[in-house]
Protein backbone atom coordinates (compact mmCIF):
# COMPACT_ATOMS: atom_id res chain seq x y z
CA UNK A 1 0.00 0.00 0.00
CA UNK A 2 2.79 2.14 0.60
CA UNK A 3 4.80 1.83 -2.87
CA UNK A 4 1.06 2.52 -4.15
CA UNK A 5 0.45 6.15 -2.28
CA UNK A 6 4.38 6.81 -3.14
CA UNK A 7 3.75 5.83 -6.72
CA UNK A 8 0.51 8.04 -7.14
CA UNK A 9 2.32 10.99 -5.33
CA UNK A 10 4.65 10.65 -8.38
CA UNK A 11 1.61 10.99 -10.84
CA UNK A 12 0.20 13.87 -9.22
CA UNK A 13 3.58 15.96 -9.06
CA UNK A 14 2.60 19.43 -10.47
CA UNK A 15 6.12 20.22 -11.70
CA UNK A 16 8.47 17.05 -13.17
CA UNK A 17 5.68 15.53 -14.70
CA UNK A 18 3.38 18.21 -15.51
CA UNK A 19 5.93 20.72 -17.65
CA UNK A 20 8.92 20.69 -16.11
CA UNK A 21 11.59 19.17 -19.15
CA UNK A 22 13.60 16.38 -17.67
CA UNK A 23 17.23 16.55 -17.78
CA UNK A 24 18.46 14.58 -20.86
CA UNK A 25 21.59 11.95 -19.55
CA UNK A 26 23.29 9.60 -22.36
CA UNK A 27 26.00 6.95 -21.70
CA UNK A 28 27.69 3.92 -23.48
CA UNK A 29 26.72 0.78 -21.89
CA UNK A 30 28.85 -0.59 -19.48
CA UNK A 31 29.37 2.74 -17.82
CA UNK A 32 27.78 4.15 -14.80
CA UNK A 33 25.35 7.61 -14.11
CA UNK A 34 24.97 9.34 -10.79
CA UNK A 35 21.43 9.95 -10.04
CA UNK A 36 21.65 12.83 -7.91
CA UNK A 37 18.45 13.22 -4.92
CA UNK A 38 17.06 17.37 -5.23
CA UNK A 39 14.20 16.37 -2.78
CA UNK A 40 14.38 16.82 0.94
CA UNK A 41 13.00 14.82 3.84
CA UNK A 42 13.79 12.25 6.31
CA UNK A 43 12.15 9.52 3.92
CA UNK A 44 13.02 9.47 -0.23
CA UNK A 45 11.92 7.39 -2.69
CA UNK A 46 13.26 6.77 -6.65
CA UNK A 47 10.69 5.66 -9.12
CA UNK A 48 11.82 4.25 -12.58
CA UNK A 49 9.67 4.63 -15.65
CA UNK A 50 11.38 2.34 -18.55
CA UNK A 51 11.84 3.32 -22.54
CA UNK A 52 11.33 -0.57 -23.42
CA UNK A 53 9.49 -2.48 -20.97
CA UNK A 54 9.14 -5.34 -23.26
CA UNK A 55 13.10 -5.44 -23.31
CA UNK A 56 13.23 -4.72 -19.73
CA UNK A 57 10.99 -7.32 -18.55
CA UNK A 58 8.75 -5.00 -16.72
CA UNK A 59 5.45 -3.65 -17.13
CA UNK A 60 5.70 0.45 -18.63
CA UNK A 61 4.46 2.40 -15.91
CA UNK A 62 6.44 4.22 -12.56
CA UNK A 63 7.96 1.66 -10.73
CA UNK A 64 10.01 1.71 -6.91
CA UNK A 65 13.32 1.29 -7.63
CA UNK A 66 14.76 2.22 -4.05
CA UNK A 67 14.00 3.50 -0.57
CA UNK A 68 15.72 5.48 1.48
CA UNK A 69 16.21 4.77 4.58
CA UNK A 70 16.05 1.10 2.76
CA UNK A 71 13.19 -0.89 3.54
CA UNK A 72 11.63 -4.45 3.98
CA UNK A 73 10.84 -4.65 0.42
CA UNK A 74 13.58 -6.07 -2.19
CA UNK A 75 15.01 -3.82 -5.01
CA UNK A 76 13.71 -4.33 -8.73
CA UNK A 77 15.61 -7.56 -10.16
CA UNK A 78 16.61 -5.43 -13.21
CA UNK A 79 18.48 -2.91 -10.77
CA UNK A 80 19.78 -5.48 -8.43
CA UNK A 81 23.34 -5.33 -7.56
CA UNK A 82 24.16 -2.80 -9.71
CA UNK A 83 22.01 0.19 -7.51
CA UNK A 84 23.79 1.48 -4.54
CA UNK A 85 23.33 4.71 -2.25
CA UNK A 86 26.10 7.25 -2.98
CA UNK A 87 27.91 9.05 -0.20
CA UNK A 88 28.17 12.66 -2.22
CA UNK A 89 24.38 13.43 -1.48
CA UNK A 90 21.79 12.66 0.49
CA UNK A 91 19.31 10.53 -1.88
CA UNK A 92 21.58 10.13 -4.83
CA UNK A 93 22.16 6.67 -6.24
CA UNK A 94 25.20 5.36 -8.25
CA UNK A 95 23.79 3.08 -11.52
CA UNK A 96 26.42 0.88 -12.49
CA UNK A 97 26.94 -1.78 -15.47
CA UNK A 98 24.21 0.17 -17.59
CA UNK A 99 22.57 -1.60 -19.99
CA UNK A 100 20.32 -0.31 -22.98
CA UNK A 101 17.23 -1.83 -21.30
CA UNK A 102 18.59 0.71 -18.48
CA UNK A 103 17.18 3.50 -20.29
CA UNK A 104 14.28 5.82 -19.06
CA UNK A 105 13.15 8.05 -16.90
CA UNK A 106 14.51 8.43 -12.70
CA UNK A 107 12.79 10.53 -10.25
CA UNK A 108 13.62 11.37 -6.89
CA UNK A 109 10.37 11.68 -4.24
CA UNK A 110 10.54 13.51 -0.94
CA UNK A 111 8.16 14.95 1.46
CA UNK A 112 8.65 18.60 -0.20
CA UNK A 113 7.69 17.31 -3.15
CA UNK A 114 9.75 15.87 -6.26
CA UNK A 115 12.51 17.02 -8.55
CA UNK A 116 12.95 17.48 -12.25
CA UNK A 117 13.23 13.87 -13.46
CA UNK A 118 16.02 12.39 -14.66
CA UNK A 119 16.34 11.23 -18.66
CA UNK A 120 18.85 8.46 -19.29
CA UNK A 121 19.37 7.04 -22.72
CA UNK A 122 22.08 3.98 -22.99
CA UNK A 123 23.41 3.88 -26.40
CA UNK A 124 26.85 2.28 -27.83
CA UNK A 125 29.37 1.29 -25.42
CA UNK A 126 31.22 -1.88 -24.72
CA UNK A 127 29.72 -4.51 -22.55
CA UNK A 128 31.12 -7.80 -21.54
CA UNK A 129 33.85 -7.34 -24.43
CA UNK A 130 31.43 -7.08 -27.28
CA UNK A 131 29.13 -4.67 -28.59
CA UNK A 132 26.32 -4.07 -31.51
CA UNK A 133 25.90 -2.02 -34.02
CA UNK A 134 22.28 -1.67 -36.12
CA UNK A 135 21.35 -1.11 -39.95
CA UNK A 136 18.35 -0.43 -40.93
CA UNK A 137 16.90 -0.17 -44.34
CA UNK A 138 13.28 -0.05 -44.03
CA UNK A 139 10.91 -0.59 -41.98
CA UNK A 140 10.78 -4.18 -42.13
CA UNK A 141 14.83 -4.93 -42.49
CA UNK A 142 16.88 -4.25 -40.01
CA UNK A 143 20.37 -5.99 -39.83
CA UNK A 144 22.30 -6.28 -35.96
CA UNK A 145 26.29 -6.73 -36.08
CA UNK A 146 27.97 -8.11 -33.19
CA UNK A 147 31.89 -7.79 -32.70
CA UNK A 148 34.39 -8.07 -29.42
CA UNK A 149 35.74 -4.95 -28.39
CA UNK A 150 38.67 -4.33 -28.74
CA UNK A 151 38.58 -6.31 -31.83
CA UNK A 152 40.66 -8.81 -32.03
CA UNK A 153 42.07 -10.50 -35.65
CA UNK A 154 41.54 -13.92 -34.70
CA UNK A 155 37.78 -15.29 -35.91
CA UNK A 156 35.15 -15.60 -33.91
CA UNK A 157 31.22 -17.23 -33.53
CA UNK A 158 28.69 -15.90 -31.96
CA UNK A 159 24.86 -16.81 -30.43
CA UNK A 160 22.23 -14.93 -30.12
CA UNK A 161 19.19 -14.76 -27.46
CA UNK A 162 15.74 -13.34 -27.53
CA UNK A 163 14.42 -12.76 -23.97
CA UNK A 164 17.15 -15.26 -22.33
CA UNK A 165 15.93 -18.15 -24.90
CA UNK A 166 18.19 -19.14 -27.91
CA UNK A 167 17.11 -17.74 -31.44
CA UNK A 168 17.43 -20.64 -33.45
CA UNK A 169 16.51 -20.56 -36.97
CA UNK A 170 13.21 -18.04 -37.89
CA UNK A 171 12.14 -17.82 -40.71
CA UNK A 172 11.99 -13.88 -40.26
CA UNK A 173 15.43 -13.78 -39.12
CA UNK A 174 18.43 -14.82 -40.85
CA UNK A 175 22.04 -15.42 -39.41
CA UNK A 176 25.50 -15.03 -41.11
CA UNK A 177 29.03 -14.76 -40.77
CA UNK A 178 29.37 -17.32 -38.33
CA UNK A 179 26.22 -15.89 -36.13
CA UNK A 180 28.11 -12.67 -36.02
CA UNK A 181 25.35 -10.75 -38.03
CA UNK A 182 21.80 -11.26 -38.06
CA UNK A 183 18.80 -10.07 -40.52
CA UNK A 184 15.34 -9.45 -38.84
CA UNK A 185 11.71 -8.36 -39.86
CA UNK A 186 11.52 -5.42 -36.62
CA UNK A 187 7.67 -4.94 -37.65
CA UNK A 188 6.71 -8.31 -36.40
CA UNK A 189 5.41 -8.58 -32.44
CA UNK A 190 7.63 -11.60 -32.30
CA UNK A 191 11.06 -9.50 -32.62
CA UNK A 192 10.05 -6.84 -29.76
CA UNK A 193 12.35 -7.77 -26.77
CA UNK A 194 15.70 -7.97 -25.21
CA UNK A 195 18.10 -9.34 -27.94
CA UNK A 196 21.34 -10.72 -26.53
CA UNK A 197 24.97 -11.20 -28.82
CA UNK A 198 27.24 -13.68 -26.52
CA UNK A 199 30.93 -15.29 -27.51
CA UNK A 200 30.23 -19.00 -28.25
CA UNK A 201 31.45 -21.29 -25.61
CA UNK A 202 32.13 -17.99 -23.30
CA UNK A 203 30.76 -18.09 -19.95
CA UNK A 204 30.68 -14.25 -19.35
CA UNK A 205 27.69 -12.51 -20.25
CA UNK A 206 26.74 -10.55 -23.46
CA UNK A 207 25.55 -7.01 -25.20
CA UNK A 208 21.85 -6.10 -24.86
CA UNK A 209 19.84 -4.95 -27.19
CA UNK A 210 16.33 -3.64 -27.19
CA UNK A 211 13.60 -3.47 -30.50
CA UNK A 212 10.77 -1.64 -29.67
CA UNK A 213 7.29 -2.14 -31.19
CA UNK A 214 5.79 0.02 -34.10
CA UNK A 215 5.41 3.68 -33.28
CA UNK A 216 1.88 3.41 -33.52
CA UNK A 217 1.66 0.53 -30.65
CA UNK A 218 3.20 1.90 -27.72
CA UNK A 219 3.54 5.77 -29.02
CA UNK A 220 7.45 4.83 -28.17
CA UNK A 221 10.07 7.65 -29.36
CA UNK A 222 11.65 7.37 -32.79
CA UNK A 223 14.84 5.36 -32.97
CA UNK A 224 18.02 7.48 -33.03
CA UNK A 225 19.94 7.58 -36.49
CA UNK A 226 23.50 6.38 -34.41
CA UNK A 227 23.84 2.63 -33.52
CA UNK A 228 23.06 1.18 -31.32
CA UNK A 229 19.60 1.98 -30.79
CA UNK A 230 16.17 0.89 -30.43
CA UNK A 231 14.22 0.53 -34.08
CA UNK A 232 10.79 1.58 -34.44
CA UNK A 233 9.20 1.35 -37.63
CA UNK A 234 6.48 3.63 -38.92
CA UNK A 235 2.98 3.81 -37.28
CA UNK A 236 0.64 0.82 -38.37
CA UNK A 237 -2.56 1.62 -36.25
CA UNK A 238 -2.87 5.07 -37.20
CA UNK A 239 -5.73 6.55 -38.39
CA UNK A 240 -5.86 7.30 -42.68
CA UNK A 241 -8.49 10.34 -41.50
CA UNK A 242 -5.94 11.70 -38.22
CA UNK A 243 -2.61 12.04 -40.45
CA UNK A 244 -1.58 15.22 -42.35
CA UNK A 245 1.35 15.71 -44.54
CA UNK A 246 2.36 14.00 -48.50
CA UNK A 247 -0.34 11.44 -47.94
CA UNK A 248 -3.19 14.35 -47.89
CA UNK A 249 -1.69 16.08 -50.72
CA UNK A 250 -1.59 12.83 -52.58
CA UNK A 251 -5.57 11.74 -51.68
CA UNK A 252 -6.67 15.73 -53.59
CA UNK A 253 -4.79 14.79 -56.85
CA UNK A 254 -6.29 11.36 -56.96
CA UNK A 255 -9.68 12.93 -56.09
CA UNK A 256 -9.72 15.28 -58.23
CA UNK A 257 -9.06 13.66 -61.39
CA UNK A 258 -11.48 10.70 -61.02
CA UNK A 259 -14.36 13.10 -60.11
CA UNK A 260 -13.98 14.74 -64.02
CA UNK A 261 -13.13 11.05 -65.04
CA UNK A 262 -16.93 10.43 -63.56
CA UNK A 263 -18.80 13.47 -64.94
CA UNK A 264 -17.08 12.48 -68.69
CA UNK A 265 -17.97 8.76 -68.40
CA UNK A 266 -21.77 9.97 -67.71
CA UNK A 267 -21.56 12.36 -70.11
CA UNK A 268 -20.50 10.11 -72.49
CA UNK A 269 -22.82 7.80 -71.28
CA UNK A 270 -25.80 10.01 -72.04
CA UNK A 271 -24.47 10.86 -75.67
CA UNK A 272 -24.25 6.98 -76.55
CA UNK A 273 -27.80 6.97 -75.58
CA UNK A 274 -29.09 9.42 -77.38
CA UNK A 275 -27.27 7.95 -80.52
CA UNK A 276 -28.91 4.51 -79.59
CA UNK A 277 -32.60 6.10 -79.66
CA UNK A 278 -32.17 8.15 -82.53
CA UNK A 279 -30.53 4.99 -85.01
CA UNK A 280 -34.07 3.24 -83.62
CA UNK A 281 -36.42 6.06 -85.04
CA UNK A 282 -34.78 6.39 -88.13
CA UNK A 283 -35.45 2.33 -88.46
CA UNK A 284 -38.62 2.22 -87.43
CA UNK A 285 -39.23 5.30 -90.27
CA UNK A 286 -37.76 3.08 -92.94
CA UNK A 287 -39.92 0.22 -92.06
CA UNK A 288 -43.22 1.85 -92.14
CA UNK A 289 -41.39 3.31 -95.56
CA UNK A 290 -41.26 0.04 -97.18
CA UNK A 291 -44.90 -1.27 -95.84
CA UNK A 292 -46.71 1.48 -97.20
CA UNK A 293 -44.43 2.01 -100.51
CA UNK A 294 -44.30 5.56 -100.50
CA UNK A 295 -41.77 7.92 -99.06
CA UNK A 296 -43.24 10.06 -95.69
CA UNK A 297 -44.02 13.40 -96.44
CA UNK A 298 -41.94 16.39 -96.70
CA UNK A 299 -42.85 18.38 -93.89
CA UNK A 300 -41.57 21.77 -92.93
CA UNK A 301 -39.61 22.73 -89.81
CA UNK A 302 -42.77 23.84 -88.21
CA UNK A 303 -44.96 20.94 -89.15
CA UNK A 304 -42.76 18.07 -88.44
CA UNK A 305 -44.30 16.04 -86.21
CA UNK A 306 -43.06 16.10 -82.37
CA UNK A 307 -41.63 12.93 -80.97
CA UNK A 308 -44.79 10.80 -79.76
CA UNK A 309 -47.25 12.96 -82.00
CA UNK A 310 -50.02 10.59 -82.80
CA UNK A 311 -51.54 10.81 -86.81
CA UNK A 312 -53.97 8.46 -88.62
CA UNK A 313 -53.64 7.40 -91.69
CA UNK A 314 -55.77 5.27 -94.41
CA UNK A 315 -53.16 3.23 -96.24
CA UNK A 316 -53.41 3.70 -100.29
CA UNK A 317 -51.63 0.14 -100.89
CA UNK A 318 -53.81 -2.53 -100.86
CA UNK A 319 -52.43 -4.76 -98.00
CA UNK A 320 -52.07 -8.88 -99.03
CA UNK A 321 -55.21 -10.83 -98.90
CA UNK A 322 -56.89 -7.51 -100.56
CA UNK A 323 -58.28 -8.05 -104.00
CA UNK A 324 -57.52 -4.95 -106.08
CA UNK A 325 -61.16 -4.06 -108.09
CA UNK A 326 -60.20 -1.90 -111.31
CA UNK A 327 -61.55 0.97 -111.62
CA UNK A 328 -62.14 1.78 -108.15
CA UNK A 329 -61.40 5.57 -107.03
CA UNK A 330 -59.60 5.09 -103.94
CA UNK A 331 -59.99 7.97 -101.01
CA UNK A 332 -57.43 8.82 -98.60
CA UNK A 333 -57.20 11.33 -95.68
CA UNK A 334 -54.48 12.59 -93.86
CA UNK A 335 -54.88 14.23 -91.37
CA UNK A 336 -52.25 15.67 -88.17
CA UNK A 337 -52.29 17.00 -85.28
CA UNK A 338 -49.96 20.16 -85.87
CA UNK A 339 -51.99 21.75 -88.71
CA UNK A 340 -53.56 24.46 -87.19
CA UNK A 341 -56.90 24.26 -89.34
CA UNK A 342 -58.39 22.41 -91.75
CA UNK A 343 -59.49 23.82 -95.41
CA UNK A 344 -63.38 24.40 -95.80
CA UNK A 345 -65.22 21.56 -97.67
CA UNK A 346 -66.19 21.65 -101.04
CA UNK A 347 -69.83 22.55 -102.24
CA UNK A 348 -72.27 20.06 -102.03
CA UNK A 349 -72.70 18.22 -105.13
CA UNK A 350 -69.02 18.82 -106.36
CA UNK A 351 -67.28 16.15 -107.39
CA UNK A 352 -63.88 15.68 -105.25
CA UNK A 353 -61.23 12.85 -106.11
CA UNK A 354 -58.98 13.47 -103.39
CA UNK A 355 -58.73 16.22 -100.32
CA UNK A 356 -55.41 16.25 -98.99
CA UNK A 357 -55.12 17.88 -95.38
Not at 2 to 26: D, F, I, Y
Not at 147 to 172: H, V
Not at 339 to 356: L, M, Q
Request: one cysteine or more; glycine letters at 12%.
Amino acid sequence: MGSAVWVLLALLAPGPLRGSPPQLEVRGAGGQILLPCGASGSRLRWVWSPRYPKCAGVPGDLLEIARLPPGPEPPLAQFRGRLDPHPSALGSLLLRDLGMSDSGTFLCLGESGAQPPIRLEVTGGCRNNLTVSSNQTSPSALTLRCQRCPPLAAPASFRWFLDSRPLGNRRWATKREQGATVRLDPSRRAAVGRWECRLLHASSGGFEFCVAPPLGATGSPPPHTHAPACPTAPPAGSDPASVTGPGSEWGIWVAVPAAVLVVIGAGLGAWRLWRQRRGRNRRNRNKRENETGAAGPNLSPLEEPRLGAKSTERRLVPQRGESKVPGTLLYAEVQHPLVACAPPPPPHGATVYATIF
